[in-house]
């Protein structure tokens, strides 16, 4: 760690009265005042860890924070000259609240014996008082700074009351989930322990995808939003205290919450088997009563070209001429199962289900809407049994030939077919339009 990005560093503070003590520590530091510096630093730690505690006390009514501060505040006025409240109150901040992992404590133990040396002379040594080095001083400030000082006040399990009112009140502000990301992770999620950040998204994961009622709905878009930022930091922890608290995380209502966390189960499709068996049934029934929420429940499959296939057997088992409108698949799912057939090495396995979806189009609007989205972006990769189908299912259906805009984009059919298609005679197809003359 360089000198300048100590500074750096301090600029982070959160408290305004620490950021000025610890102007302190720094002049000290810099000058060589190597023994002051520790001195005041550990003064600075106790001062901000008060703080800290008094913001939880007044600000979130944290019970836990005012016993702690009630107990240091009367061994004090019965002991004005014994500074052990300040070791008492480290140890009761590590065992009471989520402030300090153990690691962390631990660090600080040794900077408040570096600092009793620093100030305490040793009479029985040849050198009374400690001298502590740059590099001692330097490791004490940087753990100061990571263990307390730079970490905001609302690290506890108090956090979650905060976090779910300012999602209410930024709703509408972040669009964008890397402006949302950057957002959460300067002001919450940056100093999270996984005890607070497990307690967290337990709360998020009830609030989006259990609870009913008024407020959750309006907020239960930027909240399960929330929950995938979450869940992203810290896959591996979170996915294991999923898998230990299963009955907890199989408790999900019908209605809204139960499509969003299809729409969440579908981007981490490991999850669903750590849900109930119970549980389980019921999304799986759920997601095939709404061929929207089956295009994005992967882990129905065993792999994307068996899902991609599932979803053109649906279609045409139950939606005949009758998909579109109501009954589709949003664009955005759409390009997800585009994206994952790539991934997979199996782009072209896609093309099937475009032209299944646009060959049962339900009406006229329905047919122009599909056929601008799905099959004229993609028809130049379309090969010759895809073009077949294709050719075959627009004569199937009145919806897609007998539209007005039918022609003009039927030609870009019959364009790609001559280039496929061996011996392709259009003139075989009443329902396909005579190519443009070159």
């Known amino acids: 760690m360089y000198e300048f990005s100590v500074e750096q560093a301090a600029n982070n503070i959160h408290d305004h009265r620490t950021k000025e003590y610890f102007r302190e520590v720094m002049n000290n530091y810099f000058n060589g005042n190597h023994r002051s510096a520790l001195v005041m630093l ?9 703080y800290k505690l008094q913001y939880l006390k007044d600000i979130h009514g944290d019970e836990k924070a005012e ?15 014994n500074p052990k409240w300040e070791e008492n109150l480290l140890k009761e901040v590590f065992s009471r609240t989520s402030l300090l992992e153990a690691h962390e404590l631990d660090s600080l133990q040794s900077l408040h014996r570096h600092r009793h040396l620093s100030a305490h002379p040793v009479i029985s040594k040849a050198d009374i008082l400690f001298r502590p080095n740059r590099e001692m001083v330097l490791s004490d400030i940087r753990i100061a700074l990571d263990s307390v000082l730079t970490k905001p006040p609302i690290l506890t399990k ?16 972040f669009a964008d989930n890397n402006q949302l990301k950057r957002y959460l992770e300067s002001k919450y999620f940056r100093n999270l322990n996984e005890e607070v950040s497990s307690q967290i998204f337990k709360s998020l994961w009830r609030v989006t995808f259990k609870i009913e009622d008024e407020r959750c709905d309006e907020n239960r878009i930027i909240n399960s939003r929330a929950v995938r930022i979450l869940f992203d930091r810290n896959r591996e922890t979170l996915t294991e ?9 199989s408790e999900i209502s019908d209605g809204s919450p139960l499509k ?9 499709p490991h999850l669903f088997g750590l849900l109930s068996e119970a549980t389980r049934e019921v999304i799986s029934a759920k997601a095939k009563s709404d061929i929207d929420l089956l295009a994005v429940s992967y882990f129905l499959s065993k792999n994307i070209a068996e899902h991609i296939d599932l979803l053109v057997q649906l279609i045409k088992d139950d939606y005949q001429y009758s998909f579109g409108g109501k009954n589709k698949i949003h664009i955005s799912h759409i390009k997800d199962l585009i994206r994952h057939a790539e991934s997979a090495g199996i782009k072209n396995h896609i093309n099937k289900l475009l032209i299944v979806m646009y060959i049962n189009a339900t009406n006229f609007d329905a047919a122009d809407q599909m056929f601008s989205q799905f099959i004229k972006p993609y028809i130049t990769v379309f090969d010759a049994s895809d073009i077949q189908l294709l050719i075959d299912g627009i004569g199937e ?6 539209r007005g805009r039918g022609d003009g984009d039927h030609r870009l059919v019959v364009e790609r077919a001559l280039e496929v298609l061996d011996d392709f005679d259009v003139s075989e197809y009443r329902h396909l339009p005579e190519p443009e003359e070159s």
């Open 67 to 81: 016993s702690i501060l009630d107990e240091m505040t009367e061994f004090q006025e019965k002991n004005p000259a």
């Open 42 to 50: 550990w003064t600075v730690v106790i001062c901000d860890l008060v």
């Open 260 to 268: 969003h966390a299809v729409f969440f189960l579908g981007d981490y």
């Open 241 to 249: 205290y999923i898998r230990n608290n299963s009955p907890y995380f």
């Open 158 to 173: 108090q956090v979650f009351k905060e976090l779910a009112e300012d999602l209410e009140k930024v709703k509408d502000l």
């Open 397 to 402: 259906n009145n919806q897609t030939h007998w």
